[in-house]
């Protein structure tokens, strides 16, 4: 049935509008449908997107595995699960820290609320954004935490954030542009944001190529490198101030991509490429996924 779904070509860079683009390969929706996907590479500014893009893209988050997971169903997993999400959580924590020690925190994506919980206990006012009506009505009713969805982007007043967080979430937004714009005018001038994102330059994904998990067709609308993500804000008169690995990602994501190529013992093969991600990582700061720490220009 999904194989008859209704794309978009796209027929320009997202990231700088040149016509100059081709195809660049081709890899599945091997956590869902199954479906095939193409992906293209500008040859002006060599940015990687999904091309063509389903219309009814929000067909394909529709998997409850999506939703963050909750941690009330005490097994072994899940408490392992909870408490590398709170060692998690303590880190984005202590990282914002040195940048803004209390003050008002938007998370886009914000999940079922944990981090903006977090934030919360500790006398920050946290606001939240997030597409999945029941992640929104969780937060609500677990933490009590404001969390609206996406249209509310246009709403706040300029300048209204010390702090602003994407995690991985800018891979699935649509239209790069026009999210840029609208969280660099609703940051404070000294104000700082956060963004984490899968990177296409990382050993693992070299070595998984078309099964690499953090592909994720076509939820991942575009598969950003340093290079590329810097080119990105560079438009908007954002900078780079700081980028560090997300160590973890390695592992969950070569096992994921293992699992994809059918290892029976992907756990195993997990840590091991994991480990070895992270270690060729070391060269050039190129890891799994990266933290962004960014700045207004001004
Ligand atoms: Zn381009």
Redesign the pocket.
Known sequence: MKQNTEKTQIKV??????E??MHYGKTKDYFFTQEEFSITK??????VFTNPVPKNLSAYYNTPEYLSHNTKNGGIISKVYSFLRFINIKRKYNLISLYCKKGNILDIGSGTGELLSYFNKNGWDTTGIEPNENARKFSKINYNIEVYNENKLDDFGLKSFDVITMWHVLEHVPDLHKRLSQISKIIKDNGTLVFALPNLNSPDSIKYKEFWSALDVPRHLHHFTQQSFEKLISYHNLRLVHAEPMKFDSYYVSMLSEKYMKNKFYYFSAIYNGFISNMKAKKNNNYSSMIFVVKKDI
């Open positions: 860079c997202p990231l700088c509008s040149s100059d683009i500008c040859q002006q500014c060599y940015f």
